[in-house]
């Protein structure tokens, strides 16, 4: 069974900052896309950062120079560093990977962490 379990978040004051982490474990081939999203309240889930396999990647234009996005592919491990957090910033995050089984002939992109809640406020 495959599983991703985030860890990080919290509270934290304006201007501070936070790492996210999210490890893939169980039976899998391969992770191409590997993603972090987050969802504030009443609002829709948004794309926050991405990177592929090969380490490039893409961000939202609203987190773009204060967010990085990492990957381990040794440790099927992907990270959200985050510098210069804003209120709006606050939400909760969740990571995203798409994900080849064994016996799979398609990269399945509806893995999903658990969610960790981020909250930006003095």
């Known amino acids: 069974q495959v599983q991703l379990v985030q860890s990080g978040g919290g509270l934290v004051q304006p201007g501070g900052s936070l790492r996210l982490s999210c490890a893939v474990s169980?039976?899998?081939?391969?992770?191409?896309?590997m993603a972090w999203y987050r969802q504030a309240p009443g609002k829709q889930r948004e794309l926050v950062a991405a990177i592929i396999s090969a380490g490039s990647t893409n961000y939202a234009n609203s987190v773009k120079g204060r967010f990085t996005i990492s990957r381990d592919n040794a440790k099927n491990t992907v990270y959200l560093q985050m510098n210069s957090l804003k209120p709006e910033d606050t939400a909760v995050y969740y990571c995203?990977?798409?994900?080849?089984?064994?016996?799979?002939?398609?990269?399945?992109?509806?893995?999903w962490g658990q969610g960790t809640q981020v909250t930006v406020s003095s």
């Open positions: 169980g039976s899998i081939l391969s992770i191409n896309v």
């Open positions: 995203n990977a798409n994900i080849l089984l064994p016996g799979g002939s398609y990269y399945r992109d509806d893995y």
